[in-house]
């Protein structure tokens, strides 16, 4: 057993920080079996959820990515002891000194991450006030935070907006609320939950994000106490409780991470076992994984997914909300898009600027044109603003080496695999905020068979 800090410091040794490049020698097939663990996107609300109950919590199955290092750093700052076993990835929580932390010390956080709006109900619970620094996470669209200070003030919290970022306070406690969201955002869902959970009352949210990560979190927020029904129709109805206890959960695993292997199999031509994944969150992921021309096999223990040679197959994909396809599975399959014979269309219809990573394919090669108009079947928010959220990939075309910068997380593993297809030699540089989601992923590469050198 290990601190977590203790970890962090080997893992920013091992895999790589923010400047980082590696020069990939493409053209070799991946191959082989990796591991995925929790997913990102539940693991980081599981660990903010701990705040809520009054015993440790244990987490199985947590990653060493960088996003669970700040979410662990902020907690720590509030008092949570965290151990960290390095192997298992066991992550314990102890809530049971929670306290308020230093404005700057929470402020060196800012611009880290999106995870910290989700302290703000726990923080008042526990606290009766919190403190949230600037956010971060991939610069995708504006990503406003609206909805959630919306939320909020439903449940009676004072909201100030500082130069710094946003104090809040509830002296006389929260209280449940009506709260129907303009969109199903997954983050304000997660808000409504972990500030519903401890409120005085009943609370009913409309319009409420569904995604598996979500439902994984109503099963620990039940295993600590708390009542929450799912109903049809995107409602959910949480009947407050005065206190929960810890929790001892395996995370869900990380089925972006996932989908992002099956991409880089099909578009290098190669077969990848991803230990871990399971077929019924990734149902919409496999139906289009197979319309475009790949194959799996679903196995107890995971998902083979490979090339099983022939052309790949144009699609037309539209990005939506659960149970659509995932807006973070786009970007890795589009580098195997460029590589099918015909025309594919992907309406972009979550984030309003998610193509940006298409720029370094284009140099590479690929035939992608950007539009502004809704180009799949439907209309979405973005079609009367000027943002190019449609993409037309026409294929196959050669890729070629090329000096890349990666500029998000999605977009960055879809350069990734776009260098190790393509023909020649690829720099991709800024390669740390890979790992901001995926776990040892440059170990994973060197398992899989990948040519590259990774420079300082
Ligand atoms: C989560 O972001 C994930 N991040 C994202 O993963 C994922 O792409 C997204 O959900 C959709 O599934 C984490 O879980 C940490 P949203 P979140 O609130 O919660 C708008 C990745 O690569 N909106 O569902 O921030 C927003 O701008 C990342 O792993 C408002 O307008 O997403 C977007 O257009 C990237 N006001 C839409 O809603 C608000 O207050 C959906 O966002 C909140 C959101």
Redesign the pocket.
């Known amino acids: 057993m290990s601190t977590l800090t203790q970890d962090a410091a080997r893992a920013g040794a091992s895999v790589g920080l923010d400047g980082d490049r590696i020069t990939f020698r493409g053209g070799r097939p991946l191959k082989g079996r990796i591991e995925v663990r929790g997913a ?2 539940l693991v ?2 599981a660990m903010v959820a701990a705040l809520l109950g009054e015993e440790p919590s244990l987490l199985r199955q947590v990653p060493d990515i960088s ?1 669970v290092r700040v979410v662990s750093g902020l907690l720590e700052l509030h008092g949570v002891k965290i151990e960290r076993d390095t192997e298992t990835g066991d992550l314990h929580l102890d809530p049971s000194n929670v306290e308020r932390a230093h404005m700057a010390e929470i402020n060196a956080h800012a611009g880290s ?3 910290p709006i989700l302290f703000c109900g726990p923080l008042l619970h526990r606290l009766g006030e919190a403190f949230i620094p600037d956010l971060g ?2 610069r ?11 939320v909020l003030r439903n449940f009676g919290a004072d909201i100030q907006k500082l130069s710094e970022g946003i104090r809040m306070h509830a002296p006389n406690g929260l209280t449940g609320a009506k709260v129907e969201l ?9 808000q409504v939950l972990l500030t519903a959970v401890r409120a005085k009352g009943r609370t009913e949210l409309r319009n409420a ?1 569904i ?1 598996p ?1 979500i439902m994984d979190l109503i099963n620990i927020l039940q295993k600590m106490g708390a009542i929450i029904s799912v109903d049809a129709d995107r409602v959910i109805r949480i009947e407050g409780v005065d206190r929960l206890t810890g929790y001892s959960h395996r995370a869900l695993f990380d089925r ?1 991470e996932a989908a992002s292997w099956a991409s880089a199999a099909l578009v290098t031509k190669g077969d990848i076992f991803v230990g871990g994944a399971r077929q019924g969150e990734m149902l919409t992921f496999l139906n289009v994984f197979r319309k475009a021309g790949g194959a799996f096999e679903i196995e107890d223990d995971g998902i083979r997914f490979f090339h099983p040679g022939g052309e790949l197959k144009p699609v037309v994909i539209e990005t939506d ?2 149970p659509g396809f ?3 599975w786009q970007q890795p399959l589009v580098v195997a898009l460029t590589q099918a014979h015909g025309t594919s269309i992907v309406h972009e219809t ?3 600027q998610r193509f940006g990573f298409t720029d370094a394919l284009v140099e590479m090669g690929a035939d992608i044109e950007l539009h502004r108009e809704c180009l799949g079947g439907q209309y979405c ?1 973005f079609g009367q603003q000027n943002f190019l959220h449609s993409a037309i990939i026409s294929g196959p075309t050669k890729l070629h080496g090329a000096n890349i910068e990666v500029p ?3 977009g960055g593993f879809s350069h990734l695999i776009a260098a190790l297809a393509a023909e020649g030699t690829s720099t991709v540089s800024n390669v740390g905020i890979i790992s901001r ?1 995926y776990e040892n992923f440059i170990q994973k590469l060197e398992q899989l068979g990948a040519d590259f050198t990774v420079e300082g």
């Open positions: 990102k996107n980081t609300k996003d991450s999106r995870i996470g991939c995708i669209g504006d990503r406003p935070i609206d909805f959630h200070l919306e303009p969109y199903p955002s997954v983050g304000a869902t997660e994000a995604e990560e972006n909300v659960h995932m807006t973070d979550v984030y309003e928010r998000d997380l999605r989601g």
